[in-house]
């Protein structure tokens, strides 16, 4: 395996409160071990949750934080110990997960944690230690609660076993809405029920599908739940200027899947339709790691593209204040 054990400097767009602009400067990455990958960041798409956890909209954020989890990169430097086909020079991406307990036990971790079911389950996601891209911490004892960073940055260092290597059809600016956006809608929809016989094409068949808001996820997930069969997909916006852009994307303007994150959000139902109509409300996060891999072959193999609009990774803050007025054309990436 060839590795690069070249000095990078970890530098990036620092949020330091939840009032002010990100300001560029250094920061500190993990520790280094050799279960991790390091990429140098070519690409970065810009989430609504980077703008929440800026703006503390989840909770108290701990600063400073660097965001950004749908990082596209070239991998710089692989780890003697990374679980991967990863090479130097490979092109690579990193989503909202940085780590899970990964059913590690001592002396690899302080806890034991051998018996955790979601990570048996390849359900990482789902893991009780799921730990976020950025405002969030690795467990190794090695890394010793080092926080997260994101991908408003130079450089990204990373557990392997959260990198993923990005199919060569796939251009970077594509590739890295899918990281997050992608990989959410395509969990959330592959989450809904099916016999499953004819595989992930016909997974919706007989299902007729509702996007509620077209940004950068419901866009996405219109096109993906008409890849995966679905008999009809409506996409439910509040105006009238994407009725157009709902016709391209082959959505037309049962159950209720939601990923949506608004700041301190919450969900209002009658809750005799629930009764009377036999519906079922469920909340998806991200992915495993297995469906990101999947969705990522769905797309190559579709031709799914997100509709991006380019910004340099300098004008990361009017792009952030470009988002928050709406004016993001599905999505936002950051080009360094
Ligand atoms: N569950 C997860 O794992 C996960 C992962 C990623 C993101 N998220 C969350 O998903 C949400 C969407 O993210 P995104 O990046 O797709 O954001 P986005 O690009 O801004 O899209 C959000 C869309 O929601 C609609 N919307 C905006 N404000 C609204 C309001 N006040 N009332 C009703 N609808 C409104 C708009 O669609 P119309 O203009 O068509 O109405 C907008 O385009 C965020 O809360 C984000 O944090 C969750
Ligand atoms: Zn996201
Ligand atoms: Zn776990």
Redesign the pocket.
């Known amino acids: 395996m060839s590795r690069s054990q070249e000095h990078h400097k970890f530098e990036g767009w620092i949020g330091h409160d939840n009032t002010r602009h990100m300001v560029w400067g250094s920061f500190e990455p993990k520790p280094w071990e050799e279960t991790d990958i390091e990429i140098e960041v070519t690409h970065c798409g810009i989430?609504?949750?980077d703008i929440?956890v800026l703006r503390s909209g989840w909770g108290p954020t701990t600063y400073p934080v660097v965001v950004g989890h749908e990082i596209i990169g070239i991998a710089v430097r692989v780890g003697e110990d990374a679980k991967t086909d990863i090479r130097v020079g490979d092109r690579v991406g990193v989503g909202?997960q940085s780590d899970a307990c990964l059913r590690r036990k001592p002396p690899a971790t302080a806890l034991d944690w051998s018996d955790c079911k979601e990570c048996a389950k390849g359900k990482e996601n789902r893991c009780a230690h799921a730990s976020t891209t950025y405002n969030g911490c690795f467990y190794s004892a090695a890394a010793n609660g080092a926080k997260t960073m994101g991908g408003y940055a130079r450089y990204n260092r990373c557990p392997s076993h959260f990198v993923f290597k990005i199919p060569d059809a796939l251009r970077s600016e594509h590739a890295a809405p899918m990281m997050?956006?992608g990989l959410?809608v395509y969990s959330a929809l592959a989450s809904v029920p099916s016999s499953d016989i004819g595989g992930l094409e016909q997974h919706l068949e007989g299902r007729k599908i509702g996007v509620?808001?077209?940004?950068?996820?419901?866009h996405l997930a219109i096109q993906l739940a008409r890849a995966m069969g679905a008999d009809y997909v409506v996409?439910i916006?509040?105006?009238e200027t994407?009725r157009d852009d709902a016709g391209k994307l082959e959505g037309l303007v049962g159950s209720t899947l939601s990923?949506?994150?608004?700041d301190y959000g919450k969900l209002e139902v009658a809750v005799n339709e629930l009764v009377v109509n036999g519906l079922t409300i469920s909340?998806?996060?991200?992915g495993s790691t297995a469906e990101m891999r999947e969705m990522l072959r769905l797309v190559t193999e579709k031709g799914i593209r997100p509709w991006v609009e380019l910004r340099n990774m300098k004008d990361a803050n009017q792009a952030i204040m470009d988002?928050e007025a709406?004016k993001?054309w599905?999505?936002l990436v950051l080009e360094a």
Do not use: D, N, Q
């Open positions: 989430c609504s949750s929440h909202a997050c956006a959410t509620v808001g077209i940004g950068g996820l419901g996409g916006s509040r105006g994407k990923w949506a994150l608004p909340g998806s996060l991200i988002m709406g993001a599905y999505r």
